[in-house]
T-cell receptor, first 114, second 114 residues
Framework: QQQVKQSPQSLIVQKGGIPIINCAYE??????FPWYQQFPGKGPALLIAIRPDVSEKKEGRFTISFNKSAKQFSLHIMDSQPGDSATYFCAASSKASGTYKYIFGTGTRLKVLA | EPEVTQTPSHQVTQMGQEVILRCVPISNHLYFYWYRQILGQKVEFLVSFYNNEISEKSEIFDDQFSVERPDGSNFTLKIRSTKLEDSAMYFC????????????FGAGTRLSVL
């Protein structure tokens, strides 16, 4: 119940394409869903996050779509660029846990071709 | 911009040796975390620390692991007797008391156990 399932494992798109990464969860107590971007040898950096009271959030070229009834959320990257090539992790956490610990998905390695 | 700093960036040790990984969280943050990422796998929660005590630990965080906040600024993870399977990237993260669930990650320490 604590798992977050992420797909696909890897993704290759052409520059300008719109990669979509999907995550699904079981625990309805989760109330915060961030996406982190990680470059090789670096720590995860927060990209964008959403709470379950909204269905969509946009920040620049990054959009999260959230489907509460299906317990799924996804990241869309508009007009993708080679510099977006990185590993993307979805995560979930719950204020009710008291610790706000993150449960991460398994990651998606994105490559954007020039 | 404030950041979480971790030292060393790479630690090589012999099996059975003790290691201490160090972290300086963002100065006004109240929640502290250690996560682990085995090469090519997802980021896994190890332990959370709040109000000078462990608030939650995972099953990975056994008696060989301990954490300390010795001086109000540093946050350390000690592995008493390292095993080959402890080889991983270890990330420290911190969270303020007011910014909801947002956690900020350090660049990590790569631990190699030989």
């Amino acid at each position: 119940q604590q798992q977050v399932k992420q797909s696909p494992q890897s993704l290759i798109v052409q520059k300008g394409g719109i990669p979509i990464i999907n995550c699904a969860y079981e625990n309805t107590a989760f109330d915060y869903f961030p996406w982190y971007q990680q470059f090789p040898g670096k720590g995860p950096a927060l990209l964008i996050a959403i709470r379950p009271d909204v269905s969509e959030k946009k920040e620049g070229r990054f959009t999260i779509s959230f489907n509460k009834s299906a317990k799924q959320f996804s990241l869309h990257i508009m007009d993708s660029q080679p510099g977006d090539s990185a590993t993307y992790f979805c995560a979930a956490s719950s204020k009710a846990s008291g610790t706000y610990k993150y449960i991460f998905g398994t990651g998606t390695r994105l490559k954007v071709l020039a | 911009e404030p950041e979480v700093t971790q030292t060393p960036s790479h630690q090589v040790t012999q099996m059975g040796q003790e290691v201490i990984l160090r972290c300086v969280p963002i100065s006004n943050h109240l929640y502290f975390y250690w996560y682990r990422q085995i090469l090519g796998q997802k980021v896994e929660f190890l332990v959370s620390f709040y109000n000078n005590e462990i608030s939650e630990k995972s099953e990975i965080f056994d008696d060989q692991f301990s954490v300390e906040r010795p001086d109000g600024s540093n946050f350390t993870l000690k592995i008493r007797s390292t095993k080959l399977e402890d080889s991983a990237m270890y990330f420290c993260a911190s969270k303020s008391g007011t910014s909801g669930n947002i956690q900020y990650f350090g660049a990590g320490t790569r631990l190699s156990v030989l």
